[in-house]
């Protein structure tokens, strides 16, 4: 999309999307993960890890002709899309597939991005399918660094989330906020 867009997009994102604090339990305690998600489906889609953490929020029309406009430019379906908020350079995202199984087997996820530039970064998983592993670890590879810019449109396809891992590392120096829309198609619970 032009800069224009984007900035209008960025505005409208930080004003009216109803941004919520999720929580992960470490050491028996709870802590804010460091950026504010939404999570917008259709009737009837749930996705475990975001539901557990979020509400699901209906389509805005806004967002709606947005999801359109990514399925005609990808040629793919989506009936929902995680809004992350970074605040500043200080919020981020660890490493992590989106490979939960209510995603099927391969999925393919298109990602938006407005706002400030950030470094998108990836790696290979370790032992593909058993990342979670407390055992001793060979090296990690060398990862990779996209700056992302403001209207950036990407595909993460098939293997993406089988094989690699992907993280929005915290940056110092950085004062503007970023969001990030990430499409995506959950399969619908069997009616
Ligand atoms: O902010 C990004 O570019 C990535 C977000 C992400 O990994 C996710 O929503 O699963
Ligand atoms: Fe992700």
């Known amino acids: 999309m032009t800069q224009s867009e984007a900035d ?3 505005h409208w994102l930080l004003h009216e999307v109803a941004w919520g604090n999720a929580f992960y339990e470490a050491f028996g305690r ?12 259709d009737a009837g889609i749930r996705y475990r890890y975001s ?14 002709r947005l ?11 989506f009936n929902s899309v995680l809004a992350t ?3 500043s350079g200080e919020d981020s ?13 391969a999925p393919v996820i298109a990602s938006l991005s407005v706002g400030a530039t950030r470094a998108f970064c990836l790696r290979p998983k370790i032992t593909p399918g058993h990342q979670h592993t407390h055992e001793p670890q060979p090296e990690p590879q060398p990862e990779i660094a996209v700056p992302v810019h403001s209207g950036d449109l990407w595909l993460m396809q098939p293997p993406c989330q089988q094989h690699w891992e992907h993280a929005v590392p915290a940056e110092t120096g950085i004062h503007q906020p970023r969001v990030n829309l990430t ?3 959950v399969i619908p619970p069997a009616s």
Do not use: K, M
Not at 30 to 41: D, G, K, S, T, Y
Not at 67 to 77: A, F, N
């Open 85 to 87: 908020l970074y605040r």
């Open 93 to 105: 995202v660890g490493w992590h597939a989106d490979d939960e199984s209510e995603l099927g087997p």
């Open 30 to 41: 709870r802590f804010p993960i460091p950026r504010q998600q939404a999570w917008f489906a």
């Open 183 to 185: 499409f995506r198609w």
């Open 51 to 64: 539901d557990n953490l979020l509400t699901t929020l209906p389509w805005p029309e806004r967002l709606n």
């Open 8 to 10: 209008e997009w960025l």
């Open 67 to 77: 999801r359109q406009r990514v399925e005609s430019l990808t040629g793919q379906r």
